[in-house]
């Protein structure tokens, strides 16, 4: 030991802070990759970024519908949004008159800079209580309650009446959006009629969306360990059901420590045809068929063995999303969209080729295994993504989606990218023909 | 500018002191690389991805411990990783099959002497070495890791470690004979 000692102090010292020469390219090389690193840096953080405010927009928007005064069991129910200088110039004089007649002072105010509400009975129409705020559900509640409306004193069947209202509250949901408006609140009982009516018209709008696309996958998975790897994650055990003998042996023999292995699963590939219907204002779902590909590898060696194993399974999955308009641009749609897709696989393949040479080195072997596949149980993921849609030629867009999917562990046998590396992320890029 | 300063500079990363730092270090690197490397072509390239390595990580140097210690931590993990990747690429036979050596008495009493050898033959000595010695030879000499620490490092047994040793010494041996017969012969032409 003490040679060894001795040696190393004799090379350290001849080497340890000997300079050799640099390449004479070395530093604009590293330049420029740094330059690529930060640009890839950069176009991380935006996604992270953009994804994280897409997720927040559709987390606040799914709270605001669900928390929609409309869905609510209510005994209002027609809004209309009048502008400010319209209500300056007519609503607001009879509605101060008419607030100090009719409703309590503490809760009427006039609508000088803040958005106003102002509240009609249908069978007097023409009649405007102004009361504060934008929140109409607690406001009505609240406004029904003191004066002792009961929604069986506003029984009216007129049709040319409810026509009316029913448009009222059209034009109400079509800029409801507006908030900086004011309001107008007409209190009706007929709330099931108002609505059928509001549906009927609404219904005009409505389209459905045939969509044709492919998704492949921005990730890939590789591994490279000591330890030996299959894509049977059962067949190194004793128990194990599905591995051959000679292939259990094959592997067992690639246990000793020398061993090298490297386990790859490539991008999945996907094309899909989906149906997407509009539901509400910007909202619409989307469900069809995908059909996706996925392969992996993996190489197992030392010094006797070479192991390579490929598989390749076809799924068919059923995806069911909700996509949100969040803003257009000019032509230019951006969406949100958030799902979930069920997949099960309709045709797998493994392969397995084994060389070597016995450990005294006297002969060699080959093995070459080829099985078709099946995995036990279906695929279940959730993704998530920002999308862009531009029309193309009439009714035709392009549209391109960029996103992720997280795998639930559906507890199969074959190894995937889906099982070992939880997180995809991907780009769909398609075209969509509404009708 | 110190080290300390250059490599807060480096961490807000300011072009300029990632150059000057590169150009105090790198020379001394080059050499980390090259004894690692048989072809020069890979230790160009083993210079530059550490590089771009240790200026996209230069943010968890905490300050503790030699800086020169931390880069060369970097570049060697570096070299180490494209010696696996090779090994790969080989199909891992040529490699392993010179690793997978019966386990033998190694004896340890060897010396080397190298002390009138120019560093430049030195380093092509050690880089001549084939990928497996070479690589455990540096691990053992340059880095200081034990046997036992250089085969968990690489995935095979403390013996073969050894054995690899060894041959790496019994290879050097020779080239330093050679050499040195070399010189002695040229010495007496001239006398």
Redesign the interface.
Known sequence: ?N??N???S???A??????????PD??K???Q??RQ??ARRMMRRRWVAGTAAAMLILLVGSLFFLHDPMTHEQPMLTEEVISPMKSQSHSLQIDEQATANRLPQSVTHPAVATPALYVTLNHSVDEKYLIQGNRSAEIMQQWIRQNGVAPERLVNRDRSVMDRLGSLAERSWKSISNHDDDELITVDDRDEELFAYRSMVRAEDEHMTLMLGGKGGLSSFRQ?V?APMTLRSASLSAQDQYGTESSKNLLTTTRA????S?MEHDQPVSLGLTLSKSIFDNLSIESGLTYTYLSSRV?N????F?VQETQKIHYLGIPVNLNYTLFSLRRLDVYASVGGLIEKDIYGEYRKMGTGETLDFNSSAEEEEVTTISQRNPQLSVNAGLGLSYPLIQNLKLYGKVGGAYYFDAGNEYKTIYSDRKIVMDLNVGIRYEF | MDDSQLIIACKKQDRNAQRVLYERYAPVMMTVCLRYSKEEETARDLLHDGFIRVFTQIGSFRGKGSFEGWLRRIFVNLALENYRKEKLKNRFLEEYGMQHTREQEVPDDDPLDIGDIPREEVLDMIRDLPPGYRTVFNLFIFEELSHREIADLLGINEAASRSQFYRAKSLLQKKISAILNHCNSRYNEQK
């Open positions: 030991m040679r060894n001795d040696i190393r004799d090379f350290r001849k080497l340890g802070d000997y300079p050799s020469p640099l390449p070395g530093w090389r590293i330049e990759s740094m690193v930060a490279t000591n420590v020398d061993n090298l490297e190489r060696a030392n010094a006797n070479r």
